[in-house]
């Protein structure tokens, strides 16, 4: 078996009673010498204090985790560490991370694991070492509890919502470039005037006065009830005692809810008796922000099960069956202890990829528990099944439930023609009835609210029932393929800043309404007018990106700043190289199929297109500007 070597090795982070060492990190955005994707590269070595364990050993022990580990062979300690910081990467939440590789040094090996969070990348790296050793010194590791508070991390980051990863995965594995707008909060599909801005569901084509008036829902509940869609009938009141007064005129049981609002928040439904109008008017009363002013809905309660039917673009494209959060007696456990077992489940570890998040205990809770005359320390019988809370709010631990096969026609084309009233890509229309596979013209159907930018995991990841693949639907009302999320890229690696407005002024009195971006290490421009250069040589090219009327971009990527700061986007449609080093040459890699490569060695050039090859050596006469000036020329 080989072996690192260890000659020459500097303890750089151990600590003396390590056996490996981690050092000089470095955090990529996208493509790099190393890998053709974010990664997260740092250098490993073995320290000289004392030997490691035999590889199998260590294997043993991950394998408790990770099963098919076991079925690998490695050559190296180094091998194993980076396949090991690859699983652990994907935080058991199913996350897309599965590329690494590693380059072997005299006295170390650079690893590279792929990455989208760098803090968290990180972390994951010094999960991973920290096992490691105590593997070594065969001692106990928490390792759930480390990877729990990385899951933690992770979650709270601008990646880890539900709905921006799935949409942020969905157009990974499509080929859409996508990155985060740090100043914006914002992200960004597509490129130049081919993007779309937005986050979660909610996008800059869409109306935000649309979106504004989804909020107000006593007044989204009189415009559909105008257009004559079924909502329940109700009033808006301002105090508890107008409250008690339309809870008489139209009967109980009521539903409460403040106008303003979210996820569920203050709402209580099936509301029986003068004492729970009390109760609700309160919760939906703290639900109110404090700089808006008191105004709750209280409207007939429809009795039946709660749904989300979504639509995109104006079409229908799921449903999905929301139950409250509950618990099954089992005749020795209270009902706070069933909660608790229920919360250690993993696909309620409240993830951007588990199916249910973990039941919340909260003041409504206690008191529809009061209303079953139970509380938090009840003990329930053997099979006996609890609901926790009147309302299916999926937030706070309730069920999905996949009913997109079993919605009756008449409400397809109901929820479809709500939609259309909307400037809004997505929308979310929250219903009741008994029976979804029932017409709503004849059953007791009800529109309860209607939910601009809603969130899409109950769909794509129910807790029963098979998957709705919404961010596919979502990313192609933009983009029917990679390509139109795409302008052409023209990557150097070395250009003046002269020849590149050399270039800019060839293509405008061509194309003169073209809009062209273009940077190198000596300037930055769009079009004829200079603009301010970054240090930051990335944000220069994201900058350029983030123009919404970029009809070209033309880029230097040289040996230097591929080593410090690598790529920021993938896919080329012209590469050319001037006498490339070794590291410029991975540019290649980067060239989109069928598309140009131009290579200058010395005097000899090598002209690469749709799978043919030229090769000729420059004229005297002749320069490398005029060889690959009609090759721009022929992509525009």
Avoid at 593 to 615: M, P, R, T, Y
Wanted: charged letters at 20%; one cysteine or more; glycine letters at 4%.
């Amino acid at each position: 078996m080989v072996q690192e070597q260890t000659t020459d090795v500097i303890r750089i982070n151990a600590r003396r009673t390590d056996i490996f060492d981690i050092f000089n990190f470095r955090y990529y955005i996208g493509p790099n010498p190393y890998l053709d994707t974010g990664a997260l590269v740092f250098d490993f070595a073995l320290t000289e204090y004392q030997d490691p364990l035999p590889i199998e050993d260590y294997v043993s022990i991950i394998s408790d985790f990770y099963p098919h580990l076991v079925e690998q062979k490695y050559q190296l300690y180094a091998d194993l560490f980076a396949c090991v910081v690859a699983e652990v990467s994907k935080l058991d939440m199913g996350l897309h991370f599965h590329l690494w590789s590693i380059k072997p040094y005299s006295s170390y090996v650079r690893i590279s694991i792929q990455a989208l969070h760098e803090r968290t990348a990180k972390a994951v790296v010094y999960l991973v070492w920290d096992w490691f050793e105590s593997i070594t010194q065969d001692e106990y590791f928490p390792f759930e509890e480390r990877l729990i508070k990385l899951q933690n991390q992770f979650r709270e980051s601008v990646y880890g919502g539900p709905t921006v990863y799935a949409l942020w995965q969905t157009a990974y594995q499509q080929g859409i470039p996508t990155f985060y707008l740090w100043e914006e909060g914002l992200m960004q599909y597509g490129y130049g005037k081919k993007q779309v801005r937005g986050i979660a569901t909610s996008f800059d084509m869409d109306s935000h006065l649309d979106s504004e008036f989804t909020t107000r829902k006593d007044d989204c509940k009189e415009f559909l009830e105008r257009l004559g869609f079924p909502v329940p009938n109700g009033d808006i009141v301002t105090s508890e005692t107008a409250a008690l007064a339309v809870a008489k005129e139209i009967g109980y049981p009521v539903a409460i809810k403040p106008v303003v609002g979210h996820k569920g928040i203050g709402v209580t439904a099936n509301v029986h008796s003068s004492r729970e109008l009390q109760s609700a008017y309160n919760l939906a009363l703290l639900a109110i922000p404090k700089d808006e002013s008191i105004r709750i809905i209280v409207e007939e309660s429809i009795s039946g099960t709660d749904f989300r039917l979504l639509c995109v673009n104006g079409k229908f494209v799921a449903a999905t069956e929301r139950r409250p959060p509950s618990v099954v007696g089992n005749g020795y456990s209270t009902i706070r202890e069933l909660i608790r077992r229920e919360n250690r489940k993993p696909e309620r570890r409240d993830t951007p990829t588990s199916p249910m998040s973990k039941i919340v205990i909260d003041q409504a809770m206690e008191l529809y528990l009061d209303e079953q005359r139970l509380d938090l320390d009840s003990i329930i019988e053997r099979d006996r099944h609890i609901y926790l809370s009147k309302v299916a709010n999926i937030s706070s631990g309730g069920i999905s439930i996949n009913a997109t096969h079993k919605i009756h026609p008449d409400n397809i084309i109901l929820a479809q023609e709500i939609a259309q009233h909307f400037r809004l890509t997505c929308l979310g229309i929250d219903v009741i009835t008994k029976n979804i596979s029932h017409s709503w013209q004849f059953s007791n159907f009800a529109i309860l609210e209607i939910n601009a930018a809603p969130g899409i995991l109950m769909h794509l990841n129910p807790a029963i029932g098979a998957s709705v693949d919404v961010p596919a639907y979502i990313l192609s009302t933009f983009f029917q393929s990679s390509q139109d999320a795409k302008i052409p890229i023209i990557t150097f690696n070395k250009i003046s800043f002269a020849e590149l407005q050399a270039i800019i002024d060839h293509i405008l009195f061509k194309h003169p309404h073209k809009t062209i971006g273009a940077v190198c290490r000596e300037g930055l421009c769009i079009n004829r007018s200079e603009k301010v250069l970054s240090q930051d040589y990335n944000r220069n090219i994201q900058t350029l990106f983030r123009h919404p009327q970029l009809d070209l971009l033309i880029a230097e990527y040289s040996e230097d700043t591929l080593e410090a700061e690598g790529m920021v986007y993938q896919g080329s449609n012209i590469v050319i190289l001037d006498n490339p080093t070794e590291t410029e040459m991975i540019l290649l890699r980067d060239a989109i199929d069928g598309w140009i490569v131009i290579i200058q060695q010395e005097n000899n050039i090598s002209i690469q297109h749709k799978g043919l090859i030229e090769d000729y050596t420059l004229a005297e006469d002749e320069d490398f500007f005029s060889v690959y000036l009609p090759q721009i020329d022929s992509i525009l």
